[in-house]
């Protein structure tokens, strides 16, 4: 059974930092490319950031470009997102996804079957 769990949401101040981390089980993690989506209250679920299978190429979305860092340690099964010089905007719930499926320069929530619960991220201005 898939199981992804994310962890690392909280409040932070306008301009702080915040690193979030998924990990992944019951799945041959080296296989799976990973990705990060958020969704605010009253908005649509907005893809963030994504990487591929070998963490050889990333994504990001330009709203978060420069500040937001996506990485993963396969040793761990775990995919982090580094938030720096978070903004108020930035407040949403974030969620954590996987699958096989990667495509270059954006990211589509329907190419994921496997998600977590999410973790909230409040940034305070």
């Known amino acids: 059974q898939v199981r992804v769990l994310e962890s690392g949401g909280g409040l932070a101040q306008a301009g702080g930092s915040l690193r979030l981390s998924c990990k992944a089980s019951?799945?041959?993690?080296?296989?799976?490319?990973m990705a990060w989506f958020r969704q605010a209250p009253g908005k649509e679920r907005e893809g963030v950031s994504s990487?591929?299978?070998?963490?050889?190429?990333?994504y990001t979305v330009d709203s978060v470009k420069g500040r937001f860092t996506i990485s993963r340690g396969d040793a761990k099964n775990t995919v982090y997102l580094q938030m720096n010089r978070l903004k108020p905007e930035d407040t949403a719930m974030y969620y954590c996804?996987?699958?096989?499926?990667?495509?270059?320069?954006?990211?589509?929530?329907?190419?994921?079957?496997?998600w977590g619960q999410g973790t909230q991220v409040t940034v305070s201005s």
């Open positions: 990487i591929d299978w070998r963490g050889e190429d990333t």
């Open positions: 996804a996987a699958d096989r499926v990667y495509r270059y320069g954006r990211v589509e929530s329907t190419d994921f079957r496997y």
């Open positions: 019951g799945l041959s993690f080296e296989d799976y490319a």
